[in-house]
């Protein structure tokens, strides 16, 4: 895991940007994850602002509410279309996010993880973190080795996530999330944090134990995960001083 911690969300947004921006050039194909809520705003509007080709990307979100029709405007759909895609000219047919409103949940998880294999797997995936600990809505206690599937949300979630509703009622209680396995296959992992609130979460998942009871702490395992945060979100880390030396002193070979 690598930690760079940055005093602004804007200037932790920039370093990762760039990041993403790399792989544009190394692979002009590139199968991108993405993720929904405040914290990838910055990220998105920053590559927008880079005018990169997306017409050979393909994308895979982690998540979807189950039962909000798409053109809600708290959709993930909408989300991501409003934030990102219609600012970028991808393809329609590239972009995949977890259908829900299918007829047949299960079958629609089992067609996205073959999606995402037909596309050669997941080059790079962005993540945020909830307040639980969260990766996608793999909320605390699930399975480190889960797939796409149907998850229901704690109560912590939907009190975090009401702020885009008109009340907490409105939340969906169920969501199709990417499983925990299946974030973990993804090439490189992108995670992002800013803020206080998100201060315990990072604390835990960084230098916790690998537990389920926080989902990001299981990136500890992957080969390739950064961790971008604002000095808020790296506030309760132990080893602060450490990853700030490491990421100044990086040798010129050893790129982001
Ligand atoms: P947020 O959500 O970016 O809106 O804080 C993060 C998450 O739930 O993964």
Redesign the pocket.
Known sequence: MEIIIQETPEVATDVAARAVARLFQEKPNAVLGF???????LLYRALIAMKLDWSRITTFNLDEYIGLPIEHPQSYHSFMWTNLFQHVGIPKKNVHIPDGNAKDIPQSCALYEQQIRDAGGIDLQI?????DG????NEPTSSLASRTRIKTLTPQ?RQ??ARFFASEAEVPNHVITMGIGTIMEARQNLM????A??AQAIAEAVEGPITSLNPASILQMHPDAKVFLDADAAAQLKRSEYYRWVYDNKPDWQHL
């Open positions: 993720a929904t809520g405040s914290t990838p705003l993540l945020g973190i909830g307040t969260h990766i996608g809505f979630t975090d996530n992002l944090a800013f803020g609130n998100k």
